[in-house]
């Protein structure tokens, strides 16, 4: 166990490729394809313009509000369009200009008026439907801390991998049964997913585009965030922050498994860290103990 | 009003080289020293986004023509390169172009002569200011030459990416020197330009007889007095961090220990730096808010409505910059009150837009080349307004934070509309500046390019960014989920090479015209501000001796009474009429109080 010593996060990735034979025969090529290949092989591409495939179970929220948004957004556009070509072809050089200060008392109600039509409607809209979205859903963390399915996750930051670290079975974090991952999120199929990141050097974004959500990891503070897969299935993992040379290769993949796949991959993968454990790497005991409550 | 025509000191007029056309007090001059200087970095600035461009089309292939600056690498784009590349592309575009051009240029040339006076407050200010920006300019071309390259951390500068951790090497401290420098620079002109609209306008030129061009310029001038200081501390605290040692902003495992506070920086960048995005719109919209009535013959619908919602942006501008700051960990109630200010922008908003639209209509509307610009303005800042919608709520923003549709709204907004703003300025007052006319049809041919392939490219930007694109990626195509956005990116690119290139025809037309124009009249446009009825073309040295008196505003056209009295359609801002031939109508356009 000597070779622990050096990189327990690299260590970590190799016993878990060592130790997939118990998981079911799919895994089990997942697993062989992803020694032979970078892990993103198995994300499927999208196709066509507008949002990537949604897979959460509140993004459809957002895309509704951008969605409606755009309605609005076009027909406010295409009115001004329409206006400017009707003016400048038909009010052209020989048109009589018609002298108005636009000042009397009905114009400017007129104009108070469309203004407030519109901000009440366009951004009433957005305003109402952020609000209770926030409250209700994307920064609603009393309902996942109450959710006894919850799965609660680390996330070390740093230039340009993403660690993630699992309590284990003890619940506790930073302890000798945690997981830790590199650039390979696990979560189990329709569970809230609660993270809480942080960066080691420069701040990072991590960014979940399929499931519509981002937080930045600020190196010296811990932001949260949440999200819940709705669909099984391999996606794309971003840095959303410019970080430096190498940004557009912090990538990392997000696993969708079957609640049954994810627990036996837990077992294996703690007991292979309590194995693997050093109390003298230091480096490796990035996490922190966990607070529900902010 | 007794203070508002005091005129500054007179000297005689400089007869030697130097004094004339480098170290001039004369704010025509400085003005010209300013357009030429954000001109050549408007150009090194467009070539730093066409290298962009050919990175997002063919990552990593051989880049044509400019690739000759890149021999180190063969000629290809490294990532290193690349975070340079667009790093320099934002900072020199916004400090080193739009700023000169806009602030520099068109607020030297037509604060003293729109309202009447015979130079700037304080010349001397005046000519330090350039010459300042001027050192700048330097530090700023040199970090190009130092090891390890230019800045690197983005034109946003976050730090702990923008300190030694992030970036090292002399190049990304030059830069933020050249920004601490170049702010002290904008600043000595704010001053300048805050003072001489409070006290050197000719007697009757009120406040609600101003040109829209100057209310859009001193409230810019605000703004900067008040924000670019705060862009000044950010800066200087940065550069402590990089070179001796402090960690205002460092914290978590890179620092050695205590640790500041990376987010502190974000507040203190964006406390100015949103001020800064309507710093650099508020020109263009004063602008095209003259050019629109001027082209339209019409006077300016509400003008007190548009001075109200400019003022009214001025000061939301200054509430709202959390907006950029959403998904940093912001406290929600924060988040959330961010987002109520931001949304309330609309409001003034609708209101300019309601106002312009309502110039065009019942108009005897001219496409000349400075209206097309500026209704072409009006069009990119509609397409840019409206995507902002998605970025100011927090919901929605969750999502497209950090991905190019912030890109496309940003450049619709800042670029765009201060691009065809800048121009509208440039084509309508150069026959004042230099005398001669600018090529209308080359003019034309510039504006319908310029206007279709910008708005080409920045939409092209926002189904990037709605598809899920983030910002900054050297090479987007590593990600899965982008891999279909090839052909989409590579249209975008094929579109801002064929913006590159039609600017061609303004260098053409700017340099045949500068050379062998045709001369220009007193008042080719036939409108009735100060310095179209008063001076020749160009002004004189101090331009107006004795200081007029202004009796109207700057947007008297088509009064149906004076023009059966005078014979033409416009009346001249410091005209005075035969009390017969004036009646009651002279006086609501005054400031179109009444109508």
């Known amino acids: 166990m000597q070779a622990l010593k050096f990189n327990s996060f690299i260590c970590l990735r190799w016993s878990s490729q060592r130790l997939t034979s118990p998981i079911p025969v799919r895994l089990v090529a997942l697993a062989l394809v992803s020694q032979a290949l970078p892990a993103a092989a198995a994300v499927k591409p999208e196709s066509g313009f507008g949002l990537p495939h949604d897979v959460s179970q509140n993004g459809h929220l957002i895309d509704w509000l951008m969605n409606i948004t755009h309605v609005f957004n076009i027909i406010l556009f295409v009115i001004m369009c329409a206006w400017m070509a009707i003016a400048v072809v038909k009010h052209n050089r020989n048109y009589p200009a018609h002298y108005d200060h636009g000042s009397s008392k009905h114009s400017v109600t007129v104009a108070l008026a469309i203004s407030a039509v519109i901000f009440f409607i366009v951004d009433g809209n957005l305003f109402v439907n952020a609000i209770s979205d926030l409250d209700k859903e994307f920064w609603n963390f009393d309902k996942v801390a109450a959710d006894p399915k919850t799965v609660r996750l680390e996330i070390n930051a740093h230039q340009w991998a993403w660690d993630a670290r699992y309590a284990g079975p003890d619940g506790k974090f930073n302890t000798e049964d945690d997981i830790v991952t590199w650039n390979d999120i696990k979560v189990p199929l329709g569970t809230p997913i609660y993270v809480q990141l942080t960066a080691t050097d420069v701040i990072h974004s991590f960014y979940l585009p399929n499931l519509r959500v981002k937080m930045d990891a600020v190196p010296g503070q811990i932001n949260r965030m949440w999200f819940q897969a709705k669909e099984l299935g391999e996606y794309d993992i971003g840095c959303a922050q410019h970080c430096g040379t190498h940004h557009y290769k912090m990538k990392a993949q997000l696993t969708v498994l079957p609640v049954d796949q994810y627990n036996q991959w837990q077992q294996l993968m703690s007991k292979n860290a309590q194995r693997g454990y050093d109390p003298d790497d230091k480096t490796a005991h990035w996490g922190w103990e966990w607070k529900e409550v902010y | 009003m007794d203070h508002a025509a005091h005129p500054v000191d007179v000297h005689p007029e400089p007869t030697t080289f130097i004094r004339k056309y480098i170290f001039s007090t004369d704010h025509k001059v400085i003005a010209k020293q300013f ?108 970090s190009f030459f130092v090891q390890l390259g230019t800045a690197a951390a983005g034109w946003t500068t976050y730090a702990p990416l923008s300190t030694n ?91 050695v220990k205590g640790g500041g506070d990376p987010i502190l920086f974000q507040h203190l960048f964006w406390i100015f730096g949103h001020p800064e995005v309507y710093i650099l719109i508020l020109p263009a919209w004063g602008i095209i808010s003259d050019v629109i009535p001027f082209f339209a013959r019409k006077p300016a619908y509400w003008y007190k409505g548009s001075v109200l919602a400019m003022v009214a942006i001025t000061i ?15 406290n929600p109630l924060l988040g959330k009150g961010f987002m109520v200010l931001t949304l309330i922008i609309s409001v003034p908003a609708e209101i300019l837009f309601l106002n312009w639209l ?78 001669r006319q600018m090529h209308e049809g080359l003019a034309k041919a510039h504006f319908w390019t310029s206007a279709i392939f910008i708005t080409l490219v920045f939409c092209g930007q926002l189904l990037a960014g709605f598809a899920g694109q983030q910002r900054r990626l050297y090479d987007p195509y590593q990600y899965t989920f982008l891999k279909h956005l090839l052909p989409l990116n590579q249209w975008t690119s094929y579109f801002a090479f064929a913006l590159g290139f039609s600017q061609f025809l303004f260098v053409i037309n700017f340099i045949r015209s500068l050379a062998v124009g045709e001369k220009a009249e007193r008042n080719p446009w036939q409108i009735g501000t100060l310095e179209w009825t008063l001076c020749p073309s160009p002004p004189e040295h101090y331009n107006y001796s004795p200081i007029p008196t202004v009796y109207r505003g700057p947007h008297e056209f088509n009064n149906p009474e004076l023009n059966k009295a005078l014979g033409r359609d416009w009346v001249g801002q410091a005209e005075q009429l035969p009390p017969a031939m004036a009646p009651a109508s002279a006086k609501p356009a005054a400031g179109g109080a009444k109508s």
């Open chain 2, 358 to 435: 309502h110039t065009i209509w019942k108009g005897s509307n001219r496409l000349t080349s400075p209206m097309l610009f500026a209704l072409g303005t009006v069009f990119v800042f509609g397409l840019g307004g409206l995507t902002g919608l998605y970025l100011g709520t927090i919901a929605t923003d969750l999502y497209l934070h950090d991905t190019m549709w912030v890109v496309g709204h940003f450049h619709l907004t800042m670029a765009a509309a201060a691009f065809l703003g800048s121009f509208c300025g440039i084509y309508f007052w150069f026959p004042k500046m230099f005398g």
């Open chain 2, 165 to 255: 951790i992030g970036t090292p090497g002399l190049g990304q401290t030059l830069v933020v020197a050249a920004i601490f420098v170049t702010g002290a620079a904008t600043i000595m002109g704010a001053i300048n330009y805050v003072t001489t609209v409070i006290r050197l306008r000719a007697p009757g030129m009120t406040y609600m007889r101003m040109p829209l061009t100057v209310w859009g310029l001193w409230l810019t001038a605000i703004l900067n007095v008040l924000f670019v200081p705060v862009l000044g501390a950010a800066a200087l605290l940065l550069t402590l961090d990089r070179a001796f040692g402090t960690q205002f902003f460092i914290a978590g495992a890179a620092a």
């Open chain 2, 35 to 142: 357009l030429f200087a954000g001109l050549v970095f408007l150009a090194v600035g467009g070539a730093l986004a066409m290298m962009i461009r050919w990175q997002w089309a063919y990552p990593g292939t051989r880049v044509p023509v400019f690739g000759m600056f890149l021999h180190r690498s063969g000629g290809i784009i490294t990532p290193a390169t690349y975070q340079s590349i667009f790093t320099m592309h934002g900072l020199i575009m916004i400090f080193f172009a739009i700023t000169p051009i806009l602030i520099g240029c068109f607020g030297n040339f037509t604060i003293p002569l729109m309202i009447g006076a015979q130079d700037m407050a304080f010349p001397k200010l005046n000519m330090l200011s350039f010459w300042t920006f001027v050192l700048s300019l330097i530090l700023i071309t040199a």
């Open chain 2, 316 to 330: 939301l501008s200054a509430v709202v910059y959390g907006h950029h700051m959403f998904v940093t960990g912001m």
